[in-house]
């Protein structure tokens, strides 16, 4: 077994699954998880998700727990899973990632991405209480990027904060992280992996990656997708956008930082400029 799964989550597995074989490592260095495609005598194969530390594994849990109807073949369906081992493990989809291929470019691809982006975006709700807390996070990311960030920077962010009022926040299912790396293509066909971030929050929430990143002057890609979606970003949701914009965008800068990761760090930096620029 790959060093980093404990004991018991082998022994956990090992009554799962039975024998089975590791076919590759797909493990994320910069978040203490291990991934691991497995399969079994008979064929079958499973995606192993384990950590110690990391809440991501939780948050997958109960985006399955949600329910994903009428998405079979399109999602990872959960098979066997424990919050409290901290472990799960979910059959293997088949497919290539997009990232990278020529689909990234397809805006086909874009228009099956945003019409199952509908179907994800579960209802989950309002919260009173979303986007104060979420300001809240905003300004901590603030605190932590002085010395990051020039002060004028700063500054502008803290009136951008002041200035937004974006009221009650209706909530669904979000994916947390959707764009190509997450997106697999099979004949044709796009798929949705990987809901380590999901948690209920606005919908708007899920486009700040991809309109910062795939639809930067390819209005074709972002038309498609919003086609496939079934609405844009409005008056409705302006001040929610603006905030997650801002969080999202700071949040990028410091936690890349955290972690060494001076390519995300530049994107994250370039989303401040990006994001200052528009308000």
Do not use: C
Not at 14 to 32: H, I, K, M, N, R
Not at 170 to 189: F, I
């Amino acid at each position: 077994m790959r060093q980093g799964i404990t004991d018991g989550q082998s022994r956990l597995l090992t009554s799962w699954l039975g024998e089975f074989s590791v076919v590759q490592d797909y493990s994320w260095p910069l978040q203490d998880t291990n991934v691991l495609h497995v399969v079994t005598p008979s064929g079958e194969g499973f995606i192993v998700k384990a950590s110690t530390t990391s809440h991501h594994i939780r948050r997958e849990i109960a985006a399955h727990a949600g329910g994903f109807d009428g998405l079979h073949g399109r999602v990872p369906a959960l098979r066997h899973a424990s919050a409290a081992s901290g472990i799960l493990v979910t059959e293997f989809l088949p497919g290539v990632l997009v990232e990278g291929t020529p689909a990234e470019d397809d805006p086909e691809t874009y228009r099956q991405a945003g019409a199952l982006l509908a179907r994800i975006h579960r209802p989950a709700g309002v919260s009173s209480t979303y986007a104060s807390a979420l300001t809240a996070k905003t300004r901590a990311w603030m605190d932590r990027a002085y010395g990051l960030l020039p002060e004028s920077q700063l500054d502008s962010f803290e009136q951008a904060l002041g200035a937004l009022r974006p009221g009650v926040a209706q909530l669904v299912a979000t994916h947390g992280d959707y764009q190509p790396r997450n997106w697999l293509q099979d004949n044709g066909q796009i798929k949705v992996i990987d809901f380590g971030r999901a948690e209920p929050r606005p919908w708007v929430h899920d486009l700040v990656r991809l309109s910062h990143q795939r639809f930067v002057h390819r209005p074709e890609l972002a038309a498609a997708f919003h086609a496939g979606l079934g609405k844009a970003v409005g008056p409705a949701e302006a001040d929610l956008w603006r905030l997650e914009n801002l969080n999202q965008a700071i949040g990028t800068v410091v936690w890349a930082n955290q972690v060494g990761d001076t390519a995300f760090e530049q994107t994250g930096r370039t989303m401040v400029e990006r994001v200052l620029s528009a308000l």
